[in-house]
């Protein structure tokens, strides 16, 4: 049996023509996702070195406790978000979001004090979710529903496909040229006002660190001030749908009707069911008993 490998090719770029299309039919959502894409090219760095810069402040057991107690920041995060949300702009929040982290990449390792690098950590991570939570925020409400997971699909991939490029182009460029240069005296000379003393690895680290939080605080800064960014906003505020009409069509009732849910609606109908059927079978016993019972048809008494 042949197999038709031309509908396959056809159909695989009617649905990447399909998915571009959708993306760049919603003004700003492209820029959005290379954004966030040029966000994880500058992630990667962290990835990449932020565990032997941590070697370099910890033994190996104590890393790992670090980095368990630090996590703990993606649970605040996501808790802070699903209490307070993320306000009526998120892709404003997704901004200074950034904004937030290129800081603290560009702080936490100025100084070689292991409690600022695992506070830096901590803090790092909290607004990890809320950065997430409010693309994911976006995308759902510009995307229409039946291409959304082909959009998310596209994202996904772009997005999750930086962070290693970087962290493989890093990782060399620091070992073979920003330590050795931060170990040198030139490098000591002009470092050590800004980054402060401390080994060579650290140092150098920590400039690279310094640079990659600089670079992202300045793309936020640019894509906050920029054309797609006012046009993505619009478009995220004209998609959002009515309150009432949003109200309405959650739950399918109209003001003032009092609803309940789909399980409970569920539950009542079978609880009715049931108080039928047992009524039904009490009345069929009651029937019964009567039919298969002795006649009360004038018997006569004793008396005296």
């Given at each position: 049996m042949s197999r038709p490998p031309a509908r396959t090719k056809v159909g695989a770029a009617w649905t990447w023509r399909g998915t571009l299309k959708v993306i760049l039919a919603q003004?700003?959502?492209?820029?959005?996702?290379?954004?966030?894409?040029?966000?994880?090219?500058?992630?990667?760095?962290?990835?990449?070195?932020?565990?032997?810069?941590?070697?370099?402040?910890?033994?190996?057991?104590?890393?790992?406790?670090v980095l368990g107690v630090t996590s703990i920041g993606f649970i605040v995060g996501g808790a802070v978000v699903a209490k307070v949300g993320l306000g009526s702009q998120p892709l404003r929040t997704l901004l200074l979001c950034a904004i937030a982290m290129g800081v603290l990449g560009s702080l936490f390792t100025i100084r070689e004090w292991w409690w600022v690098y695992a506070l830096g950590i901590f803090l790092y991570m909290c607004l990890?979710?809320?950065?997430?939570?409010?693309?994911?925020?976006?995308?759902?409400?510009?995307?229409?529903?039946?291409?959304?997971?082909?959009?998310?699909?596209?994202a996904m991939a772009v997005e999750t496909a930086a962070a290693p490029l970087t962290a493989f182009l890093i990782a060399p460029l620091a070992d073979r040229w920003i330590i050795p240069y931060a170990g040198s005296a030139e490098g000591r000379?002009?470092?050590e006002p800004l980054l402060g003393v401390g080994t060579p690895e650290s140092r150098g680290i920590a400039l690279v660190f310094v640079v990659a939080g600089i670079v992202m605080v300045l793309a936020a800064v640019v894509a906050m001030l920029s054309p797609p960014y006012r046009a993505l906003s619009r478009t995220y505020a004209v998609s959002a749908p009515a309150p009432d009409a949003a109200a309405e069509e959650a739950d399918g009732s109209s003001p003032g009707?009092?609803?309940t849910t789909a399980s409970g609606a569920a539950a009542t109908a079978a609880l009715?069911?049931?108080?039928d059927s047992l009524d039904d079978s009490?009345?069929?016993?009651?029937?019964?008993?009567l039919d298969d019972g002795p006649e009360l048809t004038g018997t006569p008494t004793r008396g005296g």
């Open positions: 003004a700003g959502l492209l820029a959005l996702i290379l954004f966030a894409t040029f966000n994880n090219l500058i992630g990667g760095v962290y990835m990449a070195l932020m565990d032997p810069y941590g070697l370099e402040m910890f033994p190996v057991e104590a890393w790992g406790a990890i979710p809320v950065a997430e939570a409010a693309e994911q925020t976006i995308l759902q409400r510009v995307v229409p529903l039946e291409r959304q997971g082909r959009v998310f699909g596209f000379r002009v470092l009707e009092i609803v009715g069911f049931l108080d009490l009345d069929d016993s009651l029937d019964d008993s």
